[in-house]
């Protein structure tokens, strides 16, 4: 089976680092600190918001040049689906987050440097519907890499065909 590109597979690992350090700093925000609170923000909404713009390359790539064809059983079709419903969770997660950011009056300045367009500006009233939309779809990532990890490790070890080695 054919592998992927070398720029799928780096922007794979690289939004895969993000993932694993955006997510959890996202999960332990409350237990910080008031005094380091907001540092700790800045990182996992600055972190997030590249994640954003990764993604969105990732797509356009995904859309303009293809990937290597999925196996041709139900491994396949299950594949398809969970890569698909990740695209669309690491597009939405950190989307929601900003506007949730943006909805509760705090525009964002990416890694304390640069300021971000605020295209909502202060709206107490969708807030919420943000910030709820980020939470689910927080959990809806986890339960997607673990299906995305588990699916790779049936491979390896289970079926032990070269599916595993496509994206190393």
Not at 138 to 166: K, M, P, S
Request: a positive charge; charged letters at 15%.
């Amino acid at each position: 089976m054919q592998g992927f590109r070398p720029s799928f597979r780096i922007l794979h690992w690289i939004i895969a680092m993000l993932v694993f350090a955006v997510w959890p700093l996202g999960m332990l925000l409350k237990y910080f600190k008031d005094d380091v609170k907001l540092d700790f923000y800045l990182l996992h909404e600055s972190f997030g918001f590249l994640v954003l713009w990764l993604m969105l390359l990732r797509l356009g790539m995904r859309l303009t040049q293809g990937r290597p064809t999925h196996p041709p059983d139900w491994t396949g079709n299950v594949s398809r689906i969970v890569h698909w419903l990740l695209y669309a969770a690491l597009i939405v997660m950190p989307l929601s987050g900003f506007l949730a950011t943006n909805a509760h009056g705090f525009p964002l300045q990416w890694f304390g440097i640069l300021p971000v367009w605020s295209p909502i500006g202060r709206e107490p009233a969708i807030a919420p519907f943000f910030s709820v939309l980020h939470a689910g779809t927080a959990w809806l990532i986890l339960a997607l890499v673990g299906l995305h990890i588990a699916g790779a490790l049936f491979h390896r070890i289970i079926r032990r065909d070269d599916v595993f080695q496509r994206m190393l």
